[in-house]
Nanobody, 122 residues
Framework: QVQLVESGGGLVQAGGSLRLSCAAS????????MGWFRQAPGKEREFTSA????????LYADSVKGRFTISRDNAKNTVYLQMNSLKAEDTAVYYC???????????????WGQGTQVTVSS
């Protein structure tokens, strides 16, 4: 069992930055690949980024590539999502999740956090 708690969301102007954190407890996070997803009202949950167990491999959705950076600190059991050059269309609830391997599809992830709201004003 793994518990995930996201933090760092908030209200930011377009062009600004936020850093999200996802703290894992229970089994150590280094046992899992981890990903960040987001869901806007009326839309399906969308992949944004993922990182391998060691942190040496990452995946990004085209919509965030070059603006978002995922990283992890296994000593702290924490994954981060640095979001720069934010746009209004980045507004969503952001969730972190764990998977056995590096994946983009949400159905491969089996532990999820409760989410943190990110709102970008234009």
């Amino acid at each position: 069992q793994v518990q995930l708690v996201e933090s760092g969301g908030g209200l930011v102007q377009a062009g600004g930055s936020l850093r999200l954190s996802c703290a894992a407890s229970g089994r150590t996070s280094s046992s899992y690949a981890m990903g960040w997803f987001r869901q806007a009202p009326g839309k399906e949950r969308e992949f944004t980024s993922a990182i391998s167990r060691s942190g040496d491999s990452t995946l990004y959705a085209d919509s965030v590539k070059g603006r978002f950076t995922i990283s992890r600190d296994n000593a702290k059991n924490t994954v981060y999502l640095q979001m720069n050059s934010l746009k209004a269309e980045d507004t969503a609830v952001y969730y972190c999740a764990v998977a056995s391997t590096l994946q983009m599809k949400p159905n491969w992830y089996y532990y999820w956090g409760q989410g943190t709201q990110v709102t970008v004003s234009s």
